[in-house]
């Protein structure tokens, strides 16, 4: 026999043994697919867990201090002060209750965002294991718990896991009810649906987008728009679910339509659509980074990720039954009508809202869309590149998101004056937005503090300093005199440029000084 005979001969014996086991592991996952029901998602939930836990003691930044800031008072307060910002409040009132629970480090407050998260990864899997099977379902579900921007905001004391959980919990609920139909049985469903549709909106506000794109799903699933205005019955059921939920979300209304015109009137921090914004959105789907800071294999990589997965997808829908096709439009429409919507809202006259986090939902169905590729594509060429692509990818973007510079940088300067300051030194933020990132770790032993002068509360997330009043210092002659020695933190300057120091320490004398890449603090004496 020929070398070439002999290898063509061992690679149809492996192929024969990896359909063979391949059957056999099929076999005992039906004949125990309780069991893989539960261990699946565990597995999913524990590598989640692992990769998210990594980071969650970097510095905090303003998002997550605001989130901080904000849960000090009752829940009047925050409502109140809530109001005055861009986003609903009920993320703020969980928050509240979990850290009265579990204490506000930043462990135990970022926490929360990897307890949403694990229900999240419960709720993707048992909708994909109804739509696809428990084998498909079990990949996809462990793809989608490696997504690098899953794990990022995992990380997060921010409310993007929360609104994950609620999305997928909603379209699980929504699932059955298209399961049932208009049986009486699927009524329950609809109330459910409708409750976590109103809970989505009180959380984020662009919940919304897949709820629009659930509507055009029902619509789709039920014939169109004509056949369901002909069936009364249905749809009246669908007219009691919208007003079901929009009564629930009646008490917030006047506060959101407030904070409509506010960010339309007043502009915001997000950028103008452009295609640089797109391509870093592709970029930060995959890996969690800028385009730009994409290494060249990244990119290859990714590119590749991207062209295999259209590959597959133009295969699977040939062979495809069409129960399958329908259910991976669903999540097709998941992943990418919100996107659209997104875009379609960020076009001017309308004010830019174009920020990828706020659509974290329809991120992670786009790596569940590579999972069901892989399961559902019959070439095992594709299958395996996939797979093998998935793995470079998702690790690149972990590995990114493990390294990343939190925004706020502020933990690091503080770890070094607190070492170097006495106890009960005052440190004073030079401006309020390092005061909003240093408050955090503000301690008996090591004050921090905002001169109150410094604060023109031009925007709304600046209410909370102005009610709340945390180390917040009115006067500050009076405070000065108080003192012989006191800190000033504050942002490094860029090269070549002098401190910008504030007119009270033209009467103080530097005598340390400590310089860090991102901030600086200066020690001042009398």
Known sequence: MTDKKRVKEICKKLRKTKRRVARTFDKKIEKNEHLFSILVPVFAGI?????????????????????AYLVREDFGKIWEMTAQDVHPPLFYFVLKMWSSVFGTSDVAMRFMSVFFGLIAIVFIFQLLKKWFGIKTASVATVIAAISPMFIRYGQEMRMYTMVLAIVFAATYFLALVLEKGKEKGGRKYWVI??????????????????????????????????KIFKDKKLFKTLLYTYIVAVVLYLPWIPSFFNQVKTVQGNGFWIPAMSFEGAADFISSTLFFNLGAEVTNYGLIFGVLLIILTIVAYKKILISANEKTKEKLKLVAMMAGLPILVMVVVSLPPLTSSFVDRYVLYSIVAIWILIGLAIMLVKEDWIKNGLMVLVLIVAGMGITFVEKREPKGYVSEILAETFIAADEGEPIIAADVWTYYDA??????????????????????SQEPIRNYRVNLVED???????????????????????????????????????SLDHHTALEFTK
């Open 47 to 67: 590598l989640f867990l692992l990769f998210s836990v990594l980071n969650l003691t970097s510095s905090i930044w303003f998002d997550e201090s605001y989130s």
């Open 476 to 514: 500050s002659k009076e405070f000065l005199g108080n003192y012989e020695k006191i800190w000033l933190v504050f942002e490094t300057p860029e090269e070549g440029k002098s401190y910008d120091l504030p007119d009270w320490a033209k009467e103080y004398r530097i005598v340390s000084e400590i």
């Open 439 to 460: 408050i955090f770790y503000t301690s008996e032993k090591h004050p921090i503090y905002l001169f109150e002068e410094g604060v023109n509360y031009e925007y709304g």
């Open 193 to 226: 649906y409708a409750i976590l549709m109103a809970v989505g909106m009180w959380t984020h506000y662009f919940s919304a987008f897949m709820w629009i794109a659930q509507l055009v799903m029902i619509v789709v699933h039920f014939g169109g728009p004509k």
